[in-house]
């Protein structure tokens, strides 16, 4: 194991050839899948729309391979329509808002095309972590205008079943993959994380027969701005 770890090290020594420092900005959206008690499975609507912020870092070789991380900080929020609870002239809405933060690791090649202009794709894990995840619910008769909101609640410390155990969990690991394109300094990219970890944890109901499940996905789009090359 020792003489793999030093094969790959020795590797990245010697075909390192520069690396790069940036940051970026861009869209993304959380598809949520889930199925949650006797429902049938159900994806979250609307989505959770917002945006990704951070500090990225590039470690390019020789034939256009290379290795891709980032710090990443994401904002996402949705918001319900109006809908009529059962016969009681009652109206609700719910709305979120999440914070979190992701690390991607990923392998990435890079085909020239021209002088300073590349194409490029990239694949690899994501691992996230939650920071804060707040549920809200507002609700009033069809005939007000002003409704009632409830207090936020943390996402991740409801506890349904009262059992002690929390229901939903903060980190996962995506498998990302996605594309992109490189004009000098500036960068697109765009791509597609698959939610590998069930963020329902509640270990009473994953012991049922057909266990209730909730996994993530996310899409997204990213501008870059690289700093230049370091030379090796």
Same mark, same amino acid.
């Given at each position: 194991m020792k003489r793999i770890i030093l094969? *790959?090290?020795l590797g990245f020594i010697i075909f390192q050839t520069n690396a790069q420092i940036g940051f970026q900005l #861009?869209? /993304?959206q959380a598809l949520e899948r889930a199925k949650l008690g006797s429902d049938g499975e159900y994806a979250r609507d609307p989505a959770? /729309? #917002?945006? =990704? *912020? #951070? !500090?990225l870092y590039?470690? /390019?070789f020789k034939y256009g391979l290379g290795l891709y991380y980032a710090l990443n900080y994401s904002f996402l929020i949705n918001q319900t329509k109006w809908n009529t609870i059962g016969s009681s002239g009652r109206l609700q809405q719910e709305s979120n808002m999440e914070h979190y933060l992701d690390v991607p690791?990923?392998?990435q090649y890079k085909l020239l095309l021209a002088k300073d202009t590349y194409m490029m794709a990239y694949l690899g894990p994501t691992f996230t972590v939650g920071l804060a995840a707040e549920e809200k619910v507002a609700t =009033?008769? !069809?005939?007000e205008n002003f409704p009632s909101t409830t207090a936020p609640n943390d996402r991740y410390k !409801?506890? *349904?079943d009262g059992d002690s155990f929390y229901d939903y969990g903060r980190f996962d690991v995506k498998a990302s993959i996605g594309i992109g394109f490189q004009f000098r300094n500036i960068q697109l990219k765009g791509g597609y994380d698959f939610g590998l970890l069930n963020q329902y944890i509640d270990t009473y109901n994953n012991k049922e027969s057909k266990p209730w499940f909730d996994y993530r996905n996310e899409w997204n789009i990213r501008l870059v701005y690289v700093l230049g090359d370091w030379k090796w």
């Open positions: 094969f *790959v090290c #861009g869209f /993304n959770l /729309n #917002g945006f =990704k *912020v #951070g !500090i590039e470690q /390019n690791v990923h392998f =009033k008769y !069809i005939q !409801i506890d *349904v």
